[in-house]
């Protein structure tokens, strides 16, 4: 009887090795050269996620909550840490830059399209002692290519928390961008942007130093 | 004799116990028998990335009054396991944990949590919440979308290029590539010629190197999973006369910022593998203390890119203010 004992620690260990083997298993199924990573199952679905969020949660939240980009960054400039508090929101409690919900009324003054990365230039009109002032005050994305994440990590009723892993999350950001590119700028052509003035709602990301980027989730042109 | 030896021990008890004291790291109860263990486990030091992250959270245990003890999993589930038995049986108050698989770590980490050892993740997460207690992952998608558009940029958008692959077993080489495609994927002008796996090793990456360069002699950039894949490369480079090809890592180690201020490699992805460290400890103290962090379970630690510009701040995976 005693025996049985080291038997039984060994055929644990059998059964825990098994189930290594059965994941090396699943790695040698892999198509030579496919991406397959084994910890996203596809379970989620973005589009169907960012289809509900968008006019349900995300349109009224930028109408409500968004503030005036040119009094905002007035306020960061004064005081990043207090108006990043009342403002903003960011997902950690350090080492990561806020993002806000914004509006305003601006003039393109330039596009550039050389890069895929397309950027237009913005002189916001509301800018206290520099309305129209043709500087530059902040830069709008155009697309195709849209960078950054600022759409998501601004909206309060989304948390990392509530999503299974860091792809997950990741698809929701590029499913946000994606409706930017394919919705918001469905009908606008940038070569006809410059000289026109709009009304734009989205979100940004705020970094001391360098040029806000807005991520547009609505444009009115004039 | 015998008398005065029982009391000199007393009086060592009573110094160590009243030194804890002095920490002011409260938990009465585990206190009194004069052992405050943190556990601490780590894949191996031999990748200067753990090296940094195991030592970071050693040193702030210590500083905060605590007795760490590191151990190392070797990036095996089953070792892991048995190193979380270690930990229970060693009463430990808390565990700090780099895992060794997604869904491998659920059962384990549970364990612990049933014997009534909270868990704090570091740089992974795992397919669950509710077990751990915090997890402070490296955001991982991030940093390789932000090394991709570096890359996109040196590149000017166009042009043949190679992608290096980590070990294809390991959930960061799929992640990192994904955020590499996800961006380098909206550029038809930019071509993959080649698409190798060098299991993050830096001799492997060398002499993988060196043969997709004799099929693909004008390439112009190369694109890899980690830094010591990156040194690889671009050794191979050097040696073929094409230290001209753009090369970009992953990772932020001192070997990759040398690289970068002497004009070689062109960036990297800083992981901040020694503050999520301390970050752990740090919300593990707090959770002993008052039962709860005060934060969200999981929370995404930005990366941040390096290159010529802020390479001179870099120093042990972490940057300079």
Redesign the interface.
């Known amino acids: 009887m005693r025996r049985s004992f080291p038997l039984v620690c060994m055929s644990a260990l059998v059964l825990?090795?098994c189930?290594?083997v059965r994941?090396?298993e699943k790695?040698a199924g892999?198509t030579k050269?496919a991406?397959?990573?084994?910890?996203?199952d596809g379970s989620f679905d973005a589009k169907a996620y960012v289809g509900e969020l968008w006019d349900a949660r995300l349109l009224p939240y930028s109408t409500e909550k968004s503030t005036e980009l040119s009094s905002l960054l007035e306020r960061l400039a004064a005081d990043e840490a207090g108006a990043s508090r009342e403002f903003g929101r960011r997902?950690?409690?350090?080492?990561?830059p806020f993002n806000f919900a914004v509006r305003g009324e601006a003039r393109v003054l330039k596009v550039n399209t050389e890069?895929?990365v397309g950027i237009a230039e913005l002189d916001l009109l509301s800018a206290p002692g520099a309305a129209g002032d043709g500087k530059a005050d902040a830069l709008l994305q155009i697309g195709?290519?849209f960078?950054g994440?600022s759409i998501r990590d601004a909206l309060p009723f989304v948390?990392?928390?509530d999503?299974?892993?860091?792809?997950d999350?990741?698809a929701l950001s590029?499913e946000l961008n994606a409706r930017v590119r394919d919705g918001v700028f469905a009908e606008t052509d940038p070569s006809a942007m410059t000289g026109k003035k709009l009304v734009f709602h989205g979100f940004v990301t705020y970094e001391r130093g360098i040029p806000v980027v807005v991520t547009p989730v609505r444009l009115e042109w004039k | 004799m015998k008398l005065s030896k029982l009391v000199l021990a007393a009086l060592a008890t009573a110094a160590l116990s009243s030194s804890l004291y002095a920490a002011g790291q409260g938990d009465a109860a585990k206190a009194a028998t004069g052992k405050k263990l943190i556990v601490i486990i780590t894949p191996s030091p031999a990748n200067p990335f753990f090296k940094s992250e195991a030592v970071a959270a050693e040193a702030r245990a210590k500083a905060m009054g605590y007795e760490p003890m590191v151990l190392v999993h070797d990036d095996d589930a089953n070792k892991q396991n048995n190193l979380i038995d270690t930990a229970i049986a060693n009463k430990a108050l808390a565990i700090i944990l780099d895992n060794a698989g997604a869904d491998a770590t659920i059962t384990a980490v549970k364990k612990a949590k049933d014997a009534g050892i909270p868990s704090f993740l570091i740089d992974r997460e795992i397919n669950a919440t509710g077990v751990a207690v915090s997890q402070i992952v490296s955001n991982n998608y991030q940093g390789a979308k932000l090394g991709a558009e570096e890359f996109v940029k040196l590149m000017g958008e166009k042009g043949d290029f190679v992608e290096l692959v980590g070990k294809e077993s390991d959930t960061n080489a799929g992640i990192r590539s994904k955020g590499y495609h996800d961006v380098i994927d909206q550029y038809p002008a930019l071509k993959m010629v080649a698409r190798q796996s060098a299991n993050w090793s830096q001799p492997e990456a060398y002499s993988k190197m060196e043969s997709i360069l004799q099929a693909n002699p004008n390439i112009k950039g190369v694109i890899c999973g980690n830094d010591t894949m990156a040194m690889g490369a671009m050794a191979a480079l050097k040696t073929a006369g094409k230290g001209n090809v753009i090369v970009v890592g992953f990772d932020g180690s001192n070997d990759v910022r040398d690289s970068i201020k002497a004009g070689d490699i062109k960036a990297t992805v800083l992981q901040p593998a020694a503050r999520i460290s301390e970050m752990a400890v740090e919300q593990a103290d707090t959770y002993l203390k008052n039962k709860s962090t005060g934060l969200p379970e999981k929370q995404l630690i930005d990366c941040v890119l390096i290159t010529a510009a802020n390479a001179d701040k870099l120093e042990t995976f972490a940057l300079k203010q």
């Not at chain 1, 991406?35 to 996203?40: C, G, R, S, T, V």
């Not at chain 1, 997902?91 to 990561?96: I, S, Y």
């Not at chain 1, 999503?163 to 792809?167: A, E, M, R, Y």
């Open positions: 825990l090795s189930v290594v994941h090396d790695d892999k050269g991406l397959e990573i084994y910890f996203a997902q950690v409690a350090e080492g990561a890069s895929r195709p290519v960078k994440s948390s990392f928390d999503f299974v892993n860091q792809l999350y990741a590029n």
